[in-house]
């Protein structure tokens, strides 16, 4: 059963939202993935945002651009956690997003991760998630420990070859 729902307002957020799947993915979190307007389509964001918590679901991911509703109003309406992930705008790069994501009112909460921050949502809806799943918890320090070789092993051959032939 799927305990993330990644919601996205437009198929253009899909290569930062995909980046969240695919870390949920290689942690073996079970996902749902859709494309919802909150602003285009409100009956069917409602439904989305009221029926997540009978779903199972425990963490909700939304990415949005631009005026950036959907992360909050996800938040307005379900319990439990929502992460938003700003999407990267042509007309102000991002920052418009990420505004309207963060500055949320006293007692709606939304953890928020940087723009286009799609693999950072994943592992934090991961950590969210492990507080009580030991075997999760457990592939999320192999993970950690994959990054650190991941940085040891480009640290070697900087040595090995220099900073020129790097």
């Not at 993935?33 to 009221?50: G, K, L, Q, V, W």
């Amino acid at each position: 059963m799927a305990k993330v729902g990644i919601v996205m307002g437009s198929d253009s957020d899909m290569p930062v939202m995909a980046k969240a799947a695919d870390i949920l993915d290689k942690l073996g979190v079970e996902y749902e993935m859709s494309i919802i307007s909150a602003h285009r389509e409100p009956d069917t964001f409602f439904e989305y945002a009221r029926s997540a918590e009978s779903k199972g679901w425990k963490v909700i991911i939304a990415g949005a651009g631009m005026a950036a509703h959907l992360p909050g109003m996800c938040a307005a309406i379900f319990p439990m956690p929502v992460i938003g992930v700003p999407m990267h705008t042509s007309s102000l790069g991002g920052r418009d997003s990420l505004y309207s994501i963060v500055q949320m009112p006293s007692g709606i909460p939304v953890a928020t991760v940087a723009i286009n921050g799609g693999a950072n949502a994943g592992l934090l809806a991961a950590k969210i998630l492990a507080t009580s799943d030991e075997a999760l918890l457990a592939r999320l320090k192999a993970y950690s420990s994959e990054l650190k070789e991941q940085v040891e092993a480009k640290d070697r051959r900087l040595k090995e070859v220099g900073y020129k032939a790097y």
